[in-house]
């Protein structure tokens, strides 16, 4: 166990099982004083209701919540939405997109509140603790961080609700919980329990912002967003700030089972996992600005974009969100975006969104280049020599294998 003894710590809270253990844990085996940081990332009332009084009744001397959904999504969900990051062509990285914020407003607060460490409630087998010691390490390189997982003796549910029974500490987690959750207005994901096999199908019992596509409905519903830079700022043209248009975007879409992923990815620590994710209206978003693209961005200018994309999936996914190359690729990426403006309207269907119409005052598809009838503008006969010079390597190489004397 580490040798520092902190005065009062600031605890990434979530009010769960495993958080509700560690500010008493943090009480008695450092006698310190803890301030439970609530980050508001749109994960719903009925984890936030009550739970300022929660903490306090597991020990904290405060509990600050700090309502972040908005400049979540304007800072952190859209950046990621416009360089396309997705991480193992499959996931929306709703966890890791979330966490650099998460422990940004908790670095924030112990600042505000005299803390002199951070603490959070991350296992030592997941992704999370790199995430947010990454960010600690960036923006409070002085604050030591606690991470009890990594050093008490807990290790399990019963023995955690017998931690708690003990102490006469209230907690409405049991020890037959199913899934591991984690939850925001991006997505939800879920593990653990039968996905833990990846041979079994996931329960429908698993899914939770999404029906069944099976049971969706027998008509498809459009929706038209309309974008700026990059960024939706209306929805079937009504304007709408980040929060209500992606909220509205996840009803519609979650009612016509749009989003869900189930996927066996490889985590940063070496293992792979089993995830089932859950991100109706991120999917729409995603999908419509990838159609937006296709009539705007230029064929280099998008080959560029994807390339960028990868790179930020990986900073994105590894915690690495503080970093000068964030900042230089999303910069490279925000200077493309710059030109993404206009609507397009995606079709909801039987669990797939898919673009149907886009339209750009900054569009580069012509119908008069584009047609296959006749036209003033496109002299075909141009096309050979283009072939010619375009195809020249490999003209040199074949003439040089067939008339080696010819081509010294």
């Known amino acids: 166990m580490t040798s520092f003894h902190p005065r009062k710590a600031a605890l ?7 958080t509700s253990c560690i500010i008493p844990w943090l009480v008695e085996t450092y006698g310190c004083e803890v301030v439970a940081v609530v980050a508001d990332v749109g994960q719903g009332d009925a984890e936030l209701k009550g739970i300022e009084e929660k903490a306090r009744s597991t020990g904290a001397c405060d509990c ?4 972040l959904r908005r400049e979540f999504l304007e800072q952190y969900v859209f950046p990621m939405v416009i360089t396309g990051a997705v991480y193992e062509g499959r996931y929306l990285m709703g966890t890791s997109i979330a966490r650099p914020i998460i422990a940004k407003a908790q670095v924030d607060v112990a600042r505000q509140t005299g803390c002199d460490s951070l603490a959070h409630g991350c296992t030592g087998k997941g992704n999370d603790q790199v995430r947010f010691e990454s960010t600690y390490a960036a923006l409070g ?45 991006w997505h939800i994901s879920h593990e653990g329990g039968e996905l833990e096999d990846p041979w079994n199908a996931p329960p429908e019992d698993v899914w939770m912002r999404t029906v069944s596509p099976a049971q969706a409905p027998d008509k498809p519903v459009d929706v038209q967003i309309t974008f700026k830079a990059g960024r939706p700022v209306a929805l079937d043209g009504r304007p709408m700030d980040p929060v209500a248009l992606l909220t509205s975007l996840n009803t519609t879409a979650g009612a016509h089972g749009v989003g869900r992923v189930d996927l066996v990815e490889n985590r940063l620590v070496g293992m792979k996992s ?4 859950e991100t109706p209206g991120g999917t729409i978003l995603m999908e419509a600005l990838r159609g937006l693209e296709q009539i705007v961005l230029d064929r280099s200018t998008m080959l560029w ?22 900042e230089a690729v999303w910069a490279g990426a925000a200077k493309i975006a710059e030109s993404l403006d206009g609507d397009v309207v995606v079709r909801c269907f ?6 149907v119409k886009r339209r750009s005052p900054n569009s580069l598809y012509s119908q008069a280049f584009a047609t296959f009838g006749e036209d003033e503008v496109y002299d075909q006969k141009h096309a050979e020599g283009f072939i010619r010079l375009l195809s020249l390597p490999a003209r040199i190489r074949a003439l040089k294998r067939l008339h080696p004397e010819h081509t010294r």
């Open 350 to 355: 039987k669990g797939a969104a898919t673009t």
């Open 305 to 326: 974009r994807q390339k960028l994309a990868a790179e930020f999936t990986t900073l994105v996914y590894d915690g690495q969100w503080f970093t000068p190359v964030r």
């Open 12 to 18: 990434a809270y979530s009010g769960g099982l495993d």
């Open 141 to 185: 390189p002085d604050l030591p961080v606690i991470a009890p997982w990594r050093i008490w003796d807990l290790k399990s549910r019963e023995q955690m609700l017998a931690y708690l029974r003990v102490r006469n500490i209230p907690c409405a987690a049991s020890a037959e919980k199913i899934y591991s959750r984690d939850a925001n207005i």
């Open 274 to 277: 089993r995830g089932a994710y």
């Open 64 to 67: 600050i919540c700090i309502d």
